[in-house]
């Protein structure tokens, strides 16, 4: 069993920045890739970013490309999502999730585990 607990989330203004921590609490966290979602109200949970166990490959949503950024301490068994330039848009409450598998998909569904998750709200 894999807990994560997510934390950072808050209320920032347009072109701020955020900065999210997910620690997990399992002993084999690099065996996990890891993957950032997020829902905003009355909208499906989208997947945002995703990196692998150990190679640090990632991927992101188009949406996010090039101002969020995910990485990972696995001696600390800890993900982070950096965010910068952020947009009312952004504004969700942001999941991590662990997949118990080699390369990170983009689907719910591909997940294992997931967190409480963590609100952000971005004003305008």
């Known amino acids: 069993q894999v807990q994560l607990v997510e934390s950072g989330g808050g209320l920032v203004q347009a072109g701020g920045s955020l900065r999210l921590s997910c620690a997990a609490s399992?002993?084999?966290?690099?065996?996990?890739?890891m993957g950032w979602f997020r829902q905003a109200p009355g909208k499906e949970r989208e997947f945002v970013a995703a990196?692998?166990?150990?190679?640090?490959?990632?991927s992101y949503a188009d949406s996010v490309k090039g101002r969020f950024t995910i990485s990972r301490d696995n001696a600390k068994n800890t993900v982070y999502l950096q965010m910068i330039s952020l947009k009312p848009e952004d504004t969700a409450v942001y999941y991590c999730?662990?997949?118990?598998?080699?390369?990170?998909?983009?689907?719910?569904?591909?997940?294992?585990?997931w967190g409480q998750g963590t609100q952000v709200t971005v004003s305008s």
């Open positions: 999730a662990a997949q118990n598998g080699r390369v990170p998909g983009k689907e719910i569904m591909d997940y294992d585990y």
């Open positions: 399992v002993r084999t966290f690099g065996s996990y890739a």
């Open positions: 990196i692998r166990r150990s190679e640090g490959i990632t």
